[in-house]
């Protein structure tokens, strides 16, 4: 049996953080586009909720959590994204964070995938992603 062989613990920790990853429940509300089709094009102003993680040059994470980040260019294949200036660890917290401070630095990304529930930005060399799980249509 899989708890015998890893421990309780562990597999309440492994259910909890799946969980975690895979609920947006806390942050709906009516400003914002849960659920509904991410899929259309990518246009600049557009602001996203999502994930994000930045890593050093060696590969180790720096920073990564929730925010809001906005599209402030749309350049060929090349989208610039700046993250919200508030984030937080924890997506519940959307809708107390900021949508409209983001930090002056845009990063040069590319759309890795994007489909009707999710879009991921990459920058080449993968040191900063975004993963918008949803859309300010408040705008």
Known sequence: ML?????????CFCVWWLSSCASVDGVRDSK????????DTVQAGDV???????KSADGMPVRFGYAWFKVS????????VALGKETTGNSDLAADLSRTA??????ATLIREQDERMI???????LMFF?????DNSQ
């Open 3 to 11: 708890v015998e062989k890893v421990g309780p613990g562990l597999l």
């Open 32 to 39: 914002t586009a849960w659920g509904t089709d991410l899929s």
């Open 48 to 54: 996203y909720f999502g994930r994000f993680q930045e």
């Open 73 to 80: 260019a749309v350049q060929g294949d090349t989208v610039m």
């Open 102 to 107: 983001f930090e002056a630095e845009s990063h």
């Open 120 to 126: 991921d930005f990459r920058e080449v060399g993968n």
């Open 131 to 135: 993963i918008a799980i949803g859309k």
